[in-house]
């Protein structure tokens, strides 16, 4: 017993001052995940099934010196910790993060940081120099177990890969096979010549490696470029690559977007100790787990705005996708103060929080956000909508804002405006990034709420400032005003929850009113319709992660058809969990959300109808009503076909439930 002691106590001991060590394993809290480091590359398992092998994680400096794993690392093991975690406007109210931890110390003032969960493995890099460091590149190579599938959202900028809105859809294929030698087009958003995509792709993608699957993510990028990856051909490797530091800038004069010209040799730079971005490897046994991956959120830097009482979640009425259109009403229709106040007026009735003044209230080609277009009394309106208890958004281009950060919040949040949607950022390099943050902090202190539009994906930022309360890079519904009907929208929808809205919320904007069935589709840029059922469009409303979400249509039609806007505006604005009763990646999902007592039910299916049953003993006992809005029978025909029906239900029944062809159906259960 003695001897045993020493042992354990001599164990405890090495595991806080470290100790040098040819391999160092580390599991989840479960024990089913196994990290293993060794021969300066690292492997991961679960369940004994090898799911990454041999993968490579190093720093290279400028001066040419490589931070990486060599073998001889001194350890330090970290005891199983769980942190209880406040997510105001997340997914879920809070949640729990429990996770096993090592750090192993480099050489030259750099360490490695690990924590494993049950969700999946993280690793980040540590700068803890003083004088910091020049990182000239970062090594990621992945290499998967398998000939399993991928999906991989590809740039669509062939020239410069980097500098793209990141929306596109999922390219599935094995990872061997390369960049496709055939991409699918796409469409420029003018409705220009189709552009192919180059060999990058960004982030989340998704590795089907065995039995699981594998999702690359990144959180915690504040002052550092976002992670792209490519698959090497041959092999079942995705590596990362990085944008520059820009050197040199551009700017398209439309709208003073500014794009990088020139860049240095470098990929990042500071001058003081910094953490790096985590690297993130999340693991799902099946498809239903992945939407509700916390990884990302865990992860990133805590809250550091403090007080949140101030933000407001909500829906927006929002004039840019329906291209300012009203029927029925006495005046011209466009960017004026008449159009402005009819949809604020629409929006009290409703009791909907925001309403979005998108592109055009300022003059985009001046750069110049602080002086609205003369026929625009900003003030009158910010006013006028304040009195029916309506919040105003203002559009403006990311780097148009930053120009004149200070004055832009400073005198609109003195106006009342309660924020921007920021847009046309479309790259994730350095200086990008130290933008979104600067924004968001400056934002904060005027009390002033984002939607980060036109954006890489969402990296964490929202725990950090939680006054961020979207985030776009995603295929959303704009995309059907100029994409040909072999543009799969209800192929992605099903694909998006499970991939994408890993990394976090989701500005998707649904809601069309003009609902179209595969053969009937077309795109009409000034009057679209959506890719499938009615149903479907209400459904996403609780399918995605949305805090601020809009309602793209216009009043005019919503008002025509109060059945659906009631059903759409009675949903809650943000939940209090999250569950997925059902679903497979690229087929379909049912998603259950809970908010106080009432739960609400979301599905949606591909162009493939099908019948899923719901159990709902999720519920619990008693006796539930529901609200059930559903596809009509003729749905496959008539696409804005549909019936709501109201029955009781006990956490005992199970339901079984049709969805047309792009179908879906929502329900809200409350006792």
């Known amino acids: ?42 492997s991961v398992s679960r369940d004994g099934e090898m799911l990454v092998r041999d993968a490579k994680a190093a720093l290279i400096l400028a001066d040419g010196s490589i931070i990486g794993l060599n073998g001889k690392e001194k350890a330090r093991y970290g005891k199983t910790v769980t942190e209880h975690i406040s997510a105001p406007f997340y997914r879920q109210s809070s949640f ?28 980040r890099f540590v700068c803890d120099r003083k004088e910091g460091a020049d990182i000239a590149d970062e090594t990621v190579e992945l290499n998967f177990e398998g000939e399993g599938k991928a999906w991989l959202p590809y740039s669509t900028n062939p020239g410069k890969p980097q500098a793209m809105a990141f929306q596109n859809r999922y390219t599935v294929q094995k990872i061997s096979d390369g960049f496709p030698k055939q991409p699918r087009p796409m469409v420029r958003h003018d409705g220009t010549a189709p552009v192919y995509p180059d060999m990058l792709a960004f982030l ?103 007080d949140t009482s101030w933000i407001r979640p909500g829906f927006s009425a929002w004039e840019w996708w329906n291209d300012w259109q009203l029927t029925g009403v006495d005046f011209k229709a466009g960017i004026n103060m008449d159009t402005y106040r009819h949809y604020i007026d629409f929006a009290s009735a409703n009791g909907i929080e925001y309403l979005v003044l998108d592109e055009g209230w300022y003059v985009p080609a001046s750069g110049d956000m602080l002086t609205p277009i003369k026929e625009l009394d900003i003030p009158g309106l910010v006013a006028y909508a304040g009195e029916k208890g309506v919040k105003i958004l203002l559009w403006c281009v990311f780097n148009v804002l930053d120009d004149s950060l200070e004055e832009a919040c400073r005198k609109y949040s003195e106006m009342g405006v309660a924020g921007f949607k920021v847009d046309f950022l479309d790259r994730d390099d350095q200086k990008a990034q130290e933008m979104c943050c600067r924004i968001a902090e400056t934002a904060a202190k005027y009390r002033l709420v984002l939607d980060y539009h036109g954006i890489s994906k969402p990296v964490g930022l929202n725990r950090t400032y939680p006054n961020i309360l979207n985030y776009e890079a995603i295929f959303g519904q704009e995309e059907v005003r100029w994409s040909d009907a072999d543009v799969d929208i209800p192929l992605y929808d099903v694909t998006a929850p499970f991939i994408r809205m890993m990394a976090g919320y989701t500005d998707y904007t649904p809601g069309a009113m003009r609902n179209a069935a595969k053969a009937d589709f077309k795109a009409i840029y000034n009057h679209p319709m959506s890719m499938g059922t009615r149903a479907h469009q209400v459904a996403l409303y609780i399918v995605y992660d949305s805090p601020l979400t809009m309602l793209c249509d216009s009043p005019s039609l919503y008002e025509a058809e109060r059945e659906t806007l009631d059903y759409i505006c009675s949903l809650p604005r943000i939940y209090d969990s999250e569950t997925v009763l059902d679903g497979k990646l690229g087929e379909y999902v049912v998603i259950a959300r809970r908010e106080g007592d009432g739960w609400y039910v979301g599905g949606l299916t591909s162009w493939e109808g099908r019948e899923t049953v719901l159990d709902m003993s999720f519920l619990g006992e008693g006796v539930w009503q529901v609200e059930l809005f559903r596809d009509g029978v003729n749905a496959d025909r008539d696409a804005t076909d549909f019936s709501i029906e109201r029955f009781n239900v006990t956490g005992e029944d199970k339901i079984t439930v049709r969805m047309a062809s792009g179908g879906g159906f929502a329900m809200i259960i409350t006792q």
């Open 1 to 42: 017993m003695k001897k045993t002691a020493l042992v354990l106590s001599l164990f405890a001991a090495f595991s806080q001052l470290g100790c040098i060590a040819s391999e160092h394993i580390l599991t989840s809290p479960d024990n089913r995940t196994r990290v293993v480091i060794r021969d300066g590359a690292y």
């Open 96 to 123: 729990d993060f429990t996770y096993n931890s090592l750090r192993l110390d480099l050489r030259n003032g750099f360490a490695m940081e690990w924590k494993v969960t049950d969700e999946g493995v993280a690793y």
């Open 204 to 306: 989340p993608a998704t590795v089907e490696s065995g039995s699981k699957k594998v999702t690359v993510l990144e959180s915690g990028v504040e002052s550092y470029p976002g992670m792209f990856v490519k698959p090497l051909h041959g092999t079942n490797t995705l590596k990362g690559e990085f944008a520059r530091i820009p050197k040199t800038y551009g700017c398209y004069s439309g709208r003073v977007q500014k794009f990088v010209d020139e860049t240095l040799d470098i990929i990042a730079s500071h001058d003081a100790p910094v953490s790096y971005p985590w690297r993130i490897l999340a693991i799902s046994d099946e498809d239903r787990m992945m939407p509700v991956n916390n990884l990302v959120y865990a992860l990133a830097r805590p809250n550091c705005i403090g």
